[in-house]
């Protein structure tokens, strides 16, 4: 079966242009998660959806961050007035159910440089 | 907050060497661990995960145990192979939100 998907692969932009990006979690999963990862700092989560709810933002990194999704489906991150350190790599992942134990399936992520 | 240490790298071992990646963890409650491995140019996968102290995960040759009394899930392997070479991440589940949360990663390279 298909896995997760995310579009584009790459996206180059330049300091202060809003940006859109794209996840298509596998069919079924309720639960969707957006992760960055950057050479400084790692891989930092971002934000939870259980169905197309998002419990909590506060791990968005700013307010130009915003994440919906609808149809408990498709998801996307919309990162207003990009600065040079949004620079870096989103991933999104999907869970079956959104429990502890659930294994979280990754996506090949959306490269993100803002000149 | 819950946090995860993992040893730093890069680490370099010969093809057929023992490999151990510490891992330790800190967390409230009994999280869940998991071990996630990058190989070059494709994205995260899981390798293996353990959901309660004393489980044991394994793939790929690849071992870790819950060890709740040391708060550690140490990545082992026999003989490990230049198939091998990748950065290896050790994670948690253990908050309301089930997201992961990561070590820095551990680089690892195997000469043949």
């Known amino acids: 079966g298909a896995g997760v998907s995310q579009s584009p692969s790459n996206k180059v932009t330049e300091k202060g242009k809003d940006v859109e990006l794209r996840c298509d979690p596998i069919?079924?999963?309720?639960?969707l998660y957006w992760y960055r990862q950057s050479l400084g700092q790692g891989l930092e989560f971002l934000i939870y959806?259980?169905?197309?709810?998002?419990?909590?933002k506060s791990g968005l990194p700013s307010d130009r961050f915003s994440a919906e999704r609808t149809g408990g489906s498709v998801s996307t991150l919309t990162i207003q007035r990009t600065q040079q350190e949004d620079s870096a790599v989103y991933l999104c992942?999907?869970?079956?159910?959104?429990?502890?134990?659930?294994?979280?399936?990754f996506g090949p992520g959306t490269r993100l440089t803002v000149l | 907050g819950d946090s995860v240490t993992q040893m730093e790298g890069p680490v370099t071992l010969s093809e057929e060497a023992f490999l151990t990646i510490n891992c330790t963890y800190t967390?409230?409650?009994?999280?869940?661990l998991f071990w996630y491995v990058q190989y070059p140019g494709e994205g995260l996968q899981l390798l293996l995960k353990?959901?309660?102290?004393?489980d044991k995960g394994s793939n790929k040759g690849f071992e870790a145990t819950y060890r709740k009394e040391t708060t550690s899930f140490h990545l082992e392997k026999g003989s490990v192979q230049v198939s091998d070479s990748a950065v290896y991440f050790c994670?948690?589940?253990?908050?309301?939100?089930?997201?992961?949360?990561f070590g820095k990663g551990t680089k690892l390279s195997v000469k043949p």
């Open positions: 992942a999907s869970s079956l159910g959104g429990f502890r134990a659930d294994t979280q399936y």
């Open positions: 069919s079924g999963h309720t639960a």
């Open positions: 959806f259980q169905g197309n709810s998002a419990p909590d």
């Open positions: 967390a409230t409650g009994y999280p869940s």
């Open positions: 353990a959901t309660k102290a004393d």
């Open positions: 994670a948690l589940i253990g908050g309301s939100q089930g997201n992961l949360i």
